[in-house]
């Protein structure tokens, strides 16, 4: 944790004045808890945003080829990710999700699967829907609001929790869940653009 800490505050000091970023609606974020995150995906810079900005420490899914090269893999770790096969039918990164979730931490996902080419969001995978619906976590949607051009303005969103308790109990599907997901991540980012 205390490397993980201290990568933050690098990251933070960096580009937080290089992309002027403005956080808004960290209040939502509940201070207990098991929490998935779930939010847009416009960059490679994403992730230490989103790490950055969220009031809380975040577990992040990242894709398996980053944790093949020893060094990579160690580094991976000490950032607290961990590997997911493309797809999200990996089970073991699935089972490690849920794990982390009934724990009370923080699981941030970018349910796209892959960048946005245009800004838009796009359609989720399932496996936000899996999360959200086989745990008892708050799910939070996040919309990053760009683009990355240094000294431009660039926005991080996190949007109050979705209630899920009535798609929980009609046991509705994940692809369902995810769609719900995706289109709170798409209202916050139409509400918050400028």
Do not use: W
Not at 10 to 33: D, Q, S, W
């Amino acid at each position: 944790m205390s490397f993980y800490i201290f990568a933050r505050a690098v990251v933070r000091t960096i580009l937080k004045p290089l992309y002027r970023i403005e956080v808004i609606g960290a209040e939502h974020f509940p201070k207990n808890g098991g929490v998935l995150l779930c939010s847009n995906h416009i960059d490679n810079l994403d992730p230490p945003v989103v790490g950055f900005t969220c009031p809380r420490p975040v577990y992040f899914m990242a894709k398996a080829e980053l944790f093949k090269n020893p060094m990579s893999k160690k580094l991976m770790e000490s950032i607290q990710a961990f590997p997911v096969k493309r797809g999200m039918s990996d089970r073991e990164a699935l089972r490690k999700g849920l794990k982390l979730l009934k724990s009370g931490e923080v699981v941030g996902l970018f349910p796209e699967g892959t960048r946005s080419k245009d800004g838009e969001v796009g359609k989720g995978l399932a496996g936000a829907g899996f999360f959200a619906l086989r745990s008892d976590a708050h799910v939070v949607p996040c919309a990053i609001i760009g683009p990355y051009k240094p000294f431009r303005k660039l926005k991080v969103v996190y949007g109050p929790p979705i209630d899920l308790d009535e798609m929980r109990s009609n046991k509705v599907s994940a692809e369902q869940a995810t769609e719900v997901i995706m289109a709170e991540i798409k209202n916050i980012l139409e509400a918050n653009r400028s």
